[in-house]
């Protein structure tokens, strides 16, 4: 993998998908790209190919690694419902302050950015959280 100071080091990007109710890794993949933002159409084909039992995928909740405005967008062409932030640690004030109003004809990524500041979308993105691995995530 090539690394900050330009060189080249010995290494490996792991991703893992996780459901979030049951904890369970259904799919994983080992990669030598060093950025997540490569990994979203490998993470959409996996949850592709799931079985039945499990294909009911309908929000893919990220890491800030993942989050691009075409990789937004590859989430919502394959139905599922984005939640990738920009960024981590809000303020207490943020964290529980009132849902925003919604954007009027908000753009992918608009809409993805506001669902995430309201309450229900802090929740959602919470079970992510929980995890502490960086990979692709369902709910």
Request: glycine share 6%; proline share 5%.
């Amino acid at each position: 993998m090539l690394t900050a100071s330009g060189g080249f080091e010995q290494a490996y990007n792991a991703q893992d998908g996780i459901d979030s109710k049951t904890h369970l890794i259904v799919a994983q993949n080992v990669t030598h790209n060093t950025n997540d933002k490569q990994e979203i159409e490998p993470a959409l084909a996996a949850i592709g190919q799931l079985p039945q039992v499990l294909s009911a995928v309908k929000t893919l909740l990220a890491n800030t690694g993942y989050c691009s405005e075409a990789n937004v967008k590859k989430c919502t062409q394959a139905s599922l419902v984005p939640f990738k932030p920009r960024e981590h640690n809000l303020s207490v004030t943020e964290r529980f302050r009132a849902n925003p109003e919604p954007p009027q004809n908000a753009a992918t990524m608009q809409a993805m950015r506001h669902r995430l500041q309201t309450r229900e979308g802090k929740t959602v993105y919470a079970h992510r959280q929980i995890h502490s691995g960086k990979g692709f995530w369902h709910h």
